[in-house]
């Protein structure tokens, strides 16, 4: 039995090949593959001594050979291939171990396209396509995760078809989603993002419990390796609305750095955000706002949920919560909540990230030297599905100068406090589904409308909202995500008590919204940028 190992991976290597050699294998290999099992007393055969042909320009040709690829794919129940196969000493090569060059990784170090094009690698995805194909009689293994499995299979008569399927499935996808990074690189690279064909390809992470409803069935996916590295799950299984809302409360919490932000989400949407100077004191601010939908709804705490904030938070029904960490005690003060889940999403740096952990027994606290604060992706660009395919675009991000930079368009200027409160609006309503209006005061959201077809009717319905709440907008700043089309939106402001608005401005009625701002002593910032969210 013959065994081809080339790898870029390593993790593992030398001792799956230690294995495979007790088992009577013996080992074909190349380059660093080789020398790591040679130094490591491993018997292996170097591929170009095998198959009398040397590596050519520099290592670009080495296992393009009919001896390696014949060896592959010859059909062994087939009589005229192994006929052919004995005219040309062609051996048969029962498993093929191959992971690819690391072509992501490189765009990520370097932008030196000629160091990049080296690590799209030819050989290794033409092996692992030739042993996918050829999986009635070859094993075909990409992944260092699978090899303790393949041994165990190995060693016990489990080397069936079905495995055998199973792993050309696996790698299939591997070279499906090395292909499409490349291409959606050189899209990015050389067609500004969109290329005559884009590639949306992802690594499931996890099962979801169902899809949006029991009959759908869902699951978790990755672009690169964000949920697998950052995700904890410390209780409760995760459902495919929860990490829709996730995404939007972590989104949220997360837009201010490290600053102590809780936001509350229901149906994607917020009924609650506060940014104070106690995580504590975020909550109950950012509770007060919609205590109502808060109900059974999603949390983001960027920081440490702790004893006392635990305590708080118990008081109501929360069926999700995110943060950057949650200690001992307050799992402890958690654990009699049947329904509620639980997760830890931390920042990490590069140098302190930590290896998968999905596991439901995890540890809270095990993230020692993380920062406090949520972990948000950032992927530069986005879609969404439509009938009969999708639409793609880069994705909106604030910038930070953004709000810093608007331009008062009044005669009233805001203060230090209220341009901060405009901040947390902009964002806010940036966040939101369109048409929307935020009202925050003190740092924290009073009053949202969103979603609606009419700006107006977003104002009132937020206002409603404030009145049932028992809460007071006077001095409060406003912010929506697109500019106002009449003078409507700033007339109601006066009649709610709003001390400054923030808008993109661009109407072409923006002077005779300016006009009302000031007829009503009410400071009016434009941005010039929209934010548009369906």
């Known amino acids: 039995m013959k065994a081809l190992l080339s790898v870029s991976d390593k993790t593992g290597i030398v001792e799956f090949a230690r294995e495979l050699v007790g088992l009577g294998f013996e080992i074909l290999s190349t380059g660093g593959t080789l020398k790591a099992l040679l130094d490591s007393?491993?018997?292996?055969?170097?591929?170009?001594?095998?198959?009398?042909?040397?590596?050519?320009?520099?290592?670009?040709?080495?296992?393009?050979?009919?001896?390696?690829?014949?060896?592959?794919?010859?059909?062994?129940?087939?009589?005229?291939?192994?006929?052919?196969?004995?005219?040309?000493?062609?051996e048969p090569i029962d498993l093929v171990c191959v992971n690819l060059y690391p072509f992501y990784e490189t765009t990520q170090r370097t932008n030196d396209f000629d160091e990049i094009i080296e690590n799209i690698d030819i050989g290794g995805p033409s092996m692992v396509r030739a042993?996918?194909?050829?999986?009635?009689?070859?094993?075909?293994?990409?992944?260092?995760?699978?090899?303790?499995?393949?041994?165990?299979?190995?060693?016990?008569?489990?080397?069936?078809?079905?495995?055998?399927?199973?792993?050309m499935i696996k790698a299939f996808s591997h070279t499906a989603h090395y292909d499409a990074t490349i291409a959606n690189y050189m899209n990015t690279r050389f067609c500004e993002g969109f290329g005559e064909s884009v590639f949306i390809s992802g690594k499931r992470v996890l099962q979801t419990r169902y899809g949006e409803n029991p009959h759908q069935k869902g699951a978790l996916y990755e672009f690169d390796s964000f949920y697998s590295t950052n995700l904890h799950i410390l209780k409760?299984?995760?459902?495919?609305?929860?990490?829709?809302?996730?995404?939007?409360?972590?989104?949220?919490?997360?837009?201010?750095?490290?600053?102590k932000a809780v936001s509350?989400?229901?149906?994607?949407?917020?009924?609650?955000?506060?940014?104070?100077?106690?995580?504590?004191e975020s909550y109950q601010a950012a509770l007060a706002c919609d205590s109502i939908s808060a109900y059974g709804g999603v949390v983001a705490v960027n920081g440490v949920v702790d004893k006392a904030l635990a305590q708080e938070m118990s008081k109501t029904f929360i069926e999700v919560l995110v943060a950057s960490d949650v200690t001992q005690d307050a799992l402890e003060i958690f654990a009699p909540k049947k329904r509620m889940k639980i997760f830890t999403l931390p920042y990490q740096s590069p140098r302190t990230s930590h290896s998968q952990n999905l596991d439901s027994s995890s540890c809270a606290n095990a993230l020692a030297g993380s920062m406090p604060a949520l972990a948000l992706p950032l992927d530069p660009m986005d879609f969404k599905h439509i009938g009969g395919g999708f639409v793609y675009q880069q994705s909106d991000y604030i910038t930070s100068d953004e709000v810093a930079n608007a331009k008062c368009q009044g005669k009233v200027r805001a203060d230090s406090s209220t341009l901060q409160d405009l901040h947390i609006a902009y964002v806010v309503a940036a966040l939101t589904k369109s048409n929307c209006i935020a009202y925050v005061k003190d740092g924290a959201l009073l009053a949202i409308g969103m979603g609606m077809t009419s700006r107006v009717d977003a104002q009132r319905a937020a206002l409603a909202k404030a009145r049932d709440m028992g809460l007071d907008t006077t001095g409060c700043a406003m912010a929506s995500e697109a500019f106002f089309p009449f003078r409507d939106s700033v007339d109601l402001a006066a009649q709610a008590g709003v001390s400054a608005i923030i808008q993109p401005g661009g109407s072409l009625r923006d002077e005779e919204v300016i006009a009302a701002a000031n007829e009503h002593n009410i400071a009016l910032y434009f941005t010039g940028v929209r934010h548009f969210l369906h």
């Open 264 to 280: 509350i989400i229901k149906h994607g949407n917020p009924c609650g955000f506060a940014m104070k100077d106690s995580l504590l």
């Open 131 to 167: 042993a996918a194909k050829a999986y009635k009689s070859v094993l075909v293994i990409t992944s260092p995760s699978d090899y303790p499995a393949i041994i165990n299979a190995l060693k016990n008569g489990g080397n069936t078809l079905e495995l055998r399927q199973q792993m």
């Open 41 to 90: 007393n491993i018997q292996a055969i170097e591929v170009s001594s095998y198959t009398q042909s040397p590596e050519l320009f520099d290592g670009r040709v080495k296992t393009l050979h009919p001896k390696i690829h014949g060896g592959i794919l010859h059909r062994r129940d087939n009589a005229k291939d192994l006929e052919q196969a004995k005219a040309h000493s062609i």
């Open 236 to 259: 409760g299984e995760p459902s495919f609305n929860n990490f829709t809302d996730i995404h939007s409360a972590v989104r949220l919490a997360a837009s201010f750095g490290d600053k």
